[in-house]
């Protein structure tokens, strides 16, 4: 019995070894494509190792590749990883108007210098605050922590005391409800 524990442990190792060889001969390669994305050196070395640690957990597909197969995957894990960073950056950056109080919704910079595009963010701004506050608060607060907090529905749900899965459903009524709000008013 204690042979075949002997096999494991050098498997293992073997495999610790193959991922840190691929971590030492990619890493540059996966920063520099985060960086082209973001533009942030800092952001892209930390969507790397998250990069790093979702490929760990596809080991066992990541081996079986051939070495430029290996390379391929690797660069469309971080990718698709810089990707969702930016996407969530974008719904943050839209939502966080919606949040903001009235009053400090005159000190937002614009770096448009155009006025019209100034005025026009500004009532879109105005407009979206109000269409939020029509929904009930459980609504708005869902919201709040999906878009603006970037909450998962998991960590959500600890928030505010709910099941996980009633808190998807809440959000798709959320959503309808804005839906059907804009359509209404455009009616």
Known sequence: MSASLANV?????SVSNIIEKLYRRNYLSMKQ???YITRDAFTAEDLVQESFVRLFDKQQTLLMLAEDQQYCY???TVHNATLNYVEKQKKKRLWIHIFNNENDMDNISDASSIPEQCYERKEQSKWMEQL???LPGRDQQLLRNKYLLG????ESAHLLSLPEANVRSYLTRARRRVRETINNQRT
């Open 9 to 13: 442990k050098p498997n293992v190792e």
């Open 74 to 76: 690797m660069m469309r």
């Open 132 to 134: 939020l506050k029509s």
């Open 33 to 35: 494509k985060a960086y």
């Open 151 to 154: 909450l998962t529905d998991k």
